[in-house]
């Protein structure tokens, strides 16, 4: 069964720049999420879809990212314009319907902003 | 407000000997429980979990104790690999209106040979 697939791997940004991130999940899985993972910390959850619609975006800066989930298979996350804290290792994973499913991960994204 | 809490960032082992990781969770609405695993440059891999009508569960040498009372967790490895050391995060899992995953900044296991 293939994994979470992320791209790309690593990204070097200037502030200000903008950046997308893409995420294909494991088929079949209608649950996606996105993660933020600053250097020390625990991921932090920015948004989460239920196929192609937002169960919560409560912790996703609006006013700077935006993500979405065309035909809920796929979804890219966008950054514009980037801030120098946002340097983290954004975590795309996903999931099966339903409570109590764990949440498979791809690699990760690694954002340096310059 | 950090509502799953791995007070310990890095613990050392020896090889062969019981990894002890500690979690605290404040919120009392958090029904289920996991660990993930973390190497390098990877994404964290689902390692086991736990449901709160449960106090014990265990796979091979992994083992997850849950005191509801105490809002504790823990993770035991036994016996303890090199191939163990990785950092390993906890999560809640909300199950009540919009479920998601909260983590814990995670732990910094490391085995000794």
């Known amino acids: 069964e293939a994994g979470v697939a992320q791209s790309p791997r690593y990204k070097i940004i200037e502030k200000r720049q903008s950046v997308a991130f893409w995420c294909n999940p494991i088929?079949?899985?209608?649950?996606l999420y996105w993660y933020q993972q600053i250097l020390g910390q625990g991921p932090k959850l920015l948004i989460q879809?239920?196929?192609?619609?937002?169960?919560?975006d409560s912790q996703l800066p609006k006013d700077r990212f935006s993500a979405e989930r065309l035909k809920g298979v796929d979804s890219t996350l966008k950054i514009q314009p980037a801030k120098l804290e946002d340097s983290a290792v954004y975590l795309c994973?996903?999931?099966?319907?339903?409570?109590?499913?764990?949440?498979?991960f791809g690699q990760g994204t690694r954002l340096t902003v310059v | 407000d950090q509502q799953v809490k791995q007070n310990s960032p890095s613990l050392s082992v020896q090889e062969g000997r019981i990894s002890i990781l500690n979690c605290d969770y404040t919120?009392?609405?958090?029904?289920?429980f996991l660990w993930y695993k973390k190497y390098p440059a990877e994404g964290p891999t689902f390692l086991i979990s736990?449901?709160?009508?449960?106090d014990k569960n265990e796979d091979g040498r992994f083992t997850v104790f849950l005191n509801k009372s105490a809002k504790h967790l823990s993770l035991h490895i036994v016996p303890s690999q090199p191939g163990d050391s990785a950092v390993y995060f906890c999560?809640?899992?909300?199950?009540?209106?919009?479920?998601?995953?909260?983590f814990g900044t995670g732990t910094r296991l490391k085995v000794l040979a």
């Open positions: 994973a996903s999931s099966l319907p339903g409570v109590r499913t764990e949440a498979f």
């Open positions: 088929s079949g899985h209608a649950t």
């Open positions: 879809f239920q196929n192609n619609g937002v169960v919560d």
């Open positions: 919120n009392s609405m958090f029904d289920y």
């Open positions: 736990i449901s709160s009508i449960k």
């Open positions: 999560a809640a899992f909300f199950t009540s209106g919009t479920y998601k995953y909260i």
